[in-house]
Structure formats: C-alpha cells, structure tokens
C-alpha cells in the first residue's frame, strides 16, 4: 500500500515538474536569487550611462557595448572592491568571466541610471 502511494507521488510530482518547466520557460522568468545576480540584474535594468573615461577605454581597447553586456550578465561582482553602502550612487567592481577575465567594470548605480566609470584591462 505505501509502495502504491509513493508511485503515484512520484508520477504525480514528475508530471507536475515537467509542466512548471516549459510555463517558466515561455515566460521567459529568471530567479536572480545570488547577490552576484541581483546585483548585475539592478545594474542592467537600468539607463547605461558611459564616462568619458570609460568611451576612451573602449575606444583604446577595443571593447564595444556587447562585450560590456556580457560581462554585466554573466560577471563577477567583487564586493571587497565594491562601495555598496555609498551614498546616493553605489559603486560596483565587476569582473569579466573566461574569454573577458582580464576586463573589469567599475559602475556606479544610481535611482534611475548606471553609470559605467571605469574600463580596466589587466
């Protein structure tokens, strides 16, 4: 009797995984629940914004706005090197993942904007 239970659970639960997956996946729904994720989600939200330090840095560099887009999705925030709890504008240093480990971001992000400060190439 408790074998029977625990299938039809099981067959229960699978069918029910199956279908959460693919309504999720039509909505296109993300589950920024790190603060890595959270961070860079905020970030990208908002109006970009680029100093004139870092359009020279991109110019110098060659980086353009799709490798900085990648970086801010799939990045590394280094909150040691980040001002969080600065006022009004926060300071994020975010660091490139494999083929753009050697690009870091230093992005300030205000209320409505986000502001990319610095471009640094290692």
């Known amino acids: ?9 099981l067959v229960g639960l699978s069918l029910g995984s199956i279908a959460v ?3 999720w996946q039509k909505k296109q729904a993300t589950f ?5 994720a959270r961070t860079l989600k905020s970030i990208r939200i908002k109006e970009r914004l680029f100093s004139d330090d870092a359009k020279n840095a ?26 969080p709890r600065q006022e009004p504008c926060p300071e994020y240093y975010i660091t490139g993942t494999k083929d753009l480990e050697k690009v870091s971001l230093l992005v300030k992000r205000c209320e409505s904007t986000a502001t990319i400060e610095k ?4």
Do not use: A, E, P, Q
Not at 119 to 122: A, D, E, G, W
């Open 21 to 23: 997956y693919f309504f």
């Open 119 to 122: 471009i640094i190439v290692k």
């Open 58 to 83: 991109m110019h110098k560099f060659d980086i353009d706005s799709l490798k900085i887009n990648t970086i801010l999705y799939t990045g590394d925030v280094n909150f040691g090197k980040s001002k």
């Open 1 to 9: 009797m408790l074998i029977k239970r625990i299938g039809y659970y």
């Open 32 to 36: 920024d629940y790190g603060m890595d």
